[in-house]
């Protein structure tokens, strides 16, 4: 694609969609060049495709990350399912191993609510570097029944997702894809209204986790991605 749009033969960008990711049942499985598989994917990957694309948006542009509430990891926010993040910087929460127990299923929760933290770091940190006129913001669908995002997660949060989750449809608690994927067009289309570097929860800007506002600990991991 990159090189389609550098001959021209693409139309110039005006929006990005990082939808990507995955959910372990450990914190041990590790990617092509040996980082923890979903760090490498729900952080790494969203900064060096941003990395590759981002010169080819013309304003107006919107780029959307896809997090997930759970990166609060409290009681409200998972119903006690999902633990809190642990962030010890992106050295080592990118390393296969990186929290304890890391062949247990409670570590890949782990390692997956603070990919999302760190998701949510790096659109603060993207927001301050991209110019006028291109947006970027987190978007988190919430819960969405038929993904097949707890496939690789541990039998318990399958059953959750398979059985139980789908019963809340009713609510609104929970969409289908096709309602997040509209929720989703909305966003990147700027039919949401949303600031650069804001959090949208579903269908509106809304805070994130005290923990994710943090200037210092956003310019740590752009350095280091711009390392990897």
Same mark, same amino acid.
């Given at each position: 694609?990159?090189?389609? $749009?550098?001959?021209?033969?693409?139309?110039?960008? =005006?929006? *990005?969609?990082?939808?990507? /990711?995955?959910?372990?049942?450990?914190? $041990?499985? &590790?990617?092509?060049?040996?980082?923890?598989?979903?760090?490498?994917?729900?952080?790494?990957?969203? =900064?060096?495709?941003?990395?590759?694309?981002?010169?080819?948006? @013309?304003?107006?542009?919107? +780029?959307?990350? &896809? *997090?997930?509430?759970?990166?609060?990891?409290?009681? @409200?926010?998972?119903?006690? &399912?999902?633990?809190?993040?642990?962030?010890? /910087?992106?050295? +080592?929460?990118? @390393?296969?191993?990186?929290?304890?127990?890391?062949?247990?299923?409670?570590?890949?929760?782990?390692?997956? &609510?603070?990919?999302?933290?760190?998701? +949510?770091?790096?659109?603060?940190?993207?927001?301050?570097?991209?110019?006028?006129?291109?947006?970027?913001?987190?978007?988190?669908?919430?819960? *969405?029944?038929?993904?097949?995002?707890?496939?690789?997660?541990?039998?318990?949060?399958?059953?959750?997702?398979?059985?139980?989750?789908?019963?809340?449809?009713?609510?609104?608690?929970?969409?289908?894809?096709?309602?997040?994927? /509209?929720?989703?067009?909305?966003?990147?289309?700027?039919?949401?209204?949303?600031?650069?570097?804001?959090?949208?929860?579903?269908?509106?800007?809304?805070?994130?986790?005290?923990?994710?506002?943090?200037?210092?600990?956003?310019?740590?991991?752009?350095?280091?991605?711009?390392?990897?």
């Amino acid at each position: 694609m990159e090189g389609l $749009l550098d001959a021209g033969e693409l139309p110039p960008l =005006h929006g *990005v969609v990082c939808n990507a /990711g995955v959910h372990l049942s450990n914190a $041990l499985t &590790t990617s092509a060049d040996g980082y923890e598989l979903t760090f490498a994917v729900n952080v790494i990957a969203t =900064h060096v495709l941003l990395r590759r694309l981002h010169a080819h948006l @013309r304003k107006p542009a919107r +780029i959307v990350v &896809t *997090v997930s509430d759970a990166h609060f990891g409290d009681l @409200r926010h998972t119903g006690g &399912t999902m633990p809190a993040p642990h962030w010890a /910087g992106p050295e +080592i929460v990118s @390393r296969p191993g990186a929290f304890d127990r890391p062949a247990r299923i409670r570590a890949g929760r782990r390692a997956y &609510t603070t990919s999302k933290l760190g998701g +949510i770091h790096l659109v603060h940190e993207w927001a301050r570097r991209l110019p006028d006129g291109i947006d970027i913001v987190s978007y988190n669908p919430s819960l *969405v029944s038929g993904t097949g995002l707890a496939r690789d997660a541990g039998r318990t949060l399958q059953l959750v997702m398979t059985w139980i989750v789908p019963l809340l449809l009713v609510t609104p608690l929970v969409d289908t894809p096709r309602a997040a994927g /509209g929720r989703l067009a909305d966003v990147v289309l700027g039919r949401t209204h949303a600031p650069t570097g804001s959090y949208v929860h579903r269908d509106r800007v809304a805070r994130s986790s005290a923990e994710s506002y943090d200037a210092a600990r956003e310019e740590e991991l752009w350095d280091w991605l711009e390392q990897v």
